[in-house]
């Protein structure tokens, strides 16, 4: 894709653009009368840099949420809070392997012509499955308040219930974006929710209003607008698609679970290599500890979004590759990936070390200043996930995320074990090397994997 070419892509009329084949499909086999590398690189360069931005705004906003409702709430309300949201990012990532991991895979390579339906498809998956996990945690939350009417439990859980469809359903637009090549407008709907989250927040407490269960609605209100301004951007809004063109959704969900059962078990083990640690200080350290060990994890798990982002925005190009068969160029364009970011992880590490007192302060007022050097060392997780992303996106790009779960399978296995030991002989300390561990070996078994699939041919 050319920057030549940009204006063609910001065309007045939304359904026009998404109707046509999208721009990743049509605009790449272009480059080849342009030839120049740099000319790639610079259009490559923006679309990345609007994805970090997307990727930074909505880290923002869940930051900010997690934040600002730690320094405002009581103790026991904000921790009701956190119990809701660990069960939100635990049904986000089967919504992620089920629908956004395959509709980011499949949505270049195998229906480019046909997007508009092929999206409305997704959005039917979404409704029914997203739906029936929310009735699930709104009867959960109105029998916790049946039980204990006085907790704050039961209205985070049933806010996070209320709330689920209208976050994923952001997530699943923004995604939408990134499929059609048009990072710009996901930016546009961060940007609106970030101002809607923060500016709720602030009138929330003015107003004495602020609880668990309103954080959860202002969450869905502006999931709500956000999205709606990203779907109408897309032209998915609009009626008139041809019959010809529609695809069943039931086809569309065999499509999903065929690639993403293997990621289903994967989602499992990564919880388990990422959380186990937390669960065990809490155990053995006391609760106190595994506060601080959250706290000193915002910087890193910042880190980690911003890698999160230059995955979403390859993996449709390397799909495309694979889909064209040049498997040595998604070779060396998985390899460049890891090594840019690993660079770029390795000077925030670097920065933080040295500004880890003060970064501590800034965010916690020095409450947990003797711990601020974890922050450092946690800082090389991010190291060792953007050199496993280049890899691990190449791998789902040809169409084999069982990989992911072995790689996973194994993280756990190790995070569990080490984790056990590490934080008995060194306590805090030890829990952090445990997740770095558990992070390295994660890489390593992604990396050995890509390299021994594309040696083998291992793909039908």
Not at 55 to 71: D, E, I, K, P
Not at 347 to 376: D, H, I, P, Q
Request: hydrophobic share 55%; proline share 4%.
């Amino acid at each position: 894709m050319h920057a030549d070419d940009t204006p063609a892509l910001s065309s007045a009329d939304p359904v026009a653009t998404i109707a046509a084949p999208p721009p990743l499909v049509a605009e790449i086999p272009r480059t080849k009368r342009f030839g120049p590398r740099a000319t790639w690189l610079l259009d490559w360069g923006t679309k990345g840099s609007l994805a970090l931005t997307d990727q930074g705004l909505t880290s923002g906003a869940g930051f900010g949420v997690n934040l600002l409702l730690a320094r405002w709430m009581p103790a026991e309300v904000y921790g009701a809070f956190a119990v809701a949201f660990a069960g939100f990012l635990f049904i986000a990532g089967f919504h992620n392997v089920l629908l956004l991991e395959p509709l980011t895979v499949f949505g270049p390579s195998r229906h480019a012509e046909r997007l508009p339906a092929y999206f409305r498809a997704q959005f039917i998956i979404h409704a029914i499955l997203v739906g029936a996990l929310a009735g699930i945690a709104l009867l959960t939350g109105l029998l916790l308040w049946r039980l204990s009417p006085d907790r704050p439990l039961s209205g985070a859980v049933a806010g996070a219930g209320l709330a689920l469809p209208f976050l994923l359903l952001l997530w699943l637009a923004r995604r939408m974006c990134y499929v059609v090549q048009r990072p710009s407008i996901a930016v546009a709907g961060s940007t609106i929710y970030l101002a809607v989250i923060i500016a709720g927040l602030f009138l929330l407490r003015h107003f004495g209003w602020l609880g668990s269960f309103t954080a959860y609605l202002l969450m869905a209100s502006g999931s709500v607008l956000a999205g709606g301004v990203l779907l109408w951007r897309l032209g998915l809004l609009k009626s008139g698609l041809k019959p010809e063109l529609g695809i069943s959704w039931r086809g569309a969900l065999e499509e999903n679970w065929t690639y993403g059962r293997w990621m289903v078990g994967s989602t499992v083990l990564f919880s388990v290599s990422t959380q186990a640690q937390t669960f065990l200080v809490a155990g053995l350290l006391g609760l106190g500890a595994a506060g601080i060990l959250r706290a000193m994890q915002f910087p890193s798990l910042v880190m980690m979004q911003l890698t999160t982002a230059a995955g979403l925005l390859v993996l449709p190009a390397f799909s495309y590759d694979f889909g064209k068969g040049a498997v040595e160029k998604l070779r060396r364009k998985a390899t460049m990936v890891s090594l840019t970011l690993v660079f770029g992880a390795l000077c925030f590490a670097a920065l933080l070390a040295l500004l880890a007192g003060r970064t501590e302060n800034v965010l916690f007022g020095g409450k947990y200043a003797a711990s601020a050097w974890l922050m450092a060392v946690l800082a090389l997780i991010p190291v060792c996930t953007g050199f496993s992303a280049g890899y691990s996106m190449a791998l789902r790009a040809v169409q084999k995320p069982h990989f992911d779960l072995f790689a996973n399978a194994l993280a756990a296995s190790v995070g569990v074990l080490s984790a056990a030991c590490f934080i008995r002989w060194w306590g805090l300390g030890g829990a952090v090397s445990s997740m770095v561990l558990s992070s390295l070996v994660a890489a390593l078994a992604n990396f050995l994997s890509f390299q021994r699939c594309i040696e083998n041919r291992t793909w039908s």
